[in-house]
């Protein structure tokens, strides 16, 4: 088993940032691929982001391209979004996710263990 903990979520204006966190651990080793997720009111849980654990690739949905990076820390277990130049829509709570295959990563279904979720708001 994987656990994650998120945070750093919040409330913050058009334009600005916030970092993510999320802490691992557990059977750690097991997991490949680190992804962020969010879903918004109404709206299906999506892809953001996700990076790979050994070799630090990293892939981002189209709309957050430019404004958001993804890195992890293996010393630490932990990986991270930084989010600039927020927008009132990427309003919604922010899901950490672990995978061990790299290879459907935009998939819910290419994760097994889930985090609990942190809000982000962003006022306009």
């Known amino acids: 088993q994987v656990q994650l903990v998120e945070s750093g979520g919040g409330l913050v204006q058009a334009g600005g940032s916030l970092r993510l966190s999320c802490a691992a651990s557990?059977?750690?080793?097991?997991?490949?691929?680190m992804g962020w997720f969010r879903q918004a009111p109404g709206k299906e849980r999506e892809f953001v982001a996700a990076?790979?654990?050994?070799?630090?690739?990293?892939y981002y949905t189209d709309s957050v391209k430019g404004r958001f990076t993804i890195s992890r820390d293996n010393a630490v277990n932990t990986v991270y979004l930084q989010m600039n130049s927020l927008k009132p829509e990427d309003t919604a709570v922010y899901y950490c996710a672990a995978g061990r295959r790299t290879y459907n990563y935009i998939a819910l279904s290419n994760y097994d263990f889930w985090g609990q979720g942190t809000q982000v708001t962003v006022s306009s």
């Open positions: 557990g059977r750690t080793f097991s997991s490949v691929v």
């Open positions: 990076i790979t654990v050994y070799a630090g690739a990293a």
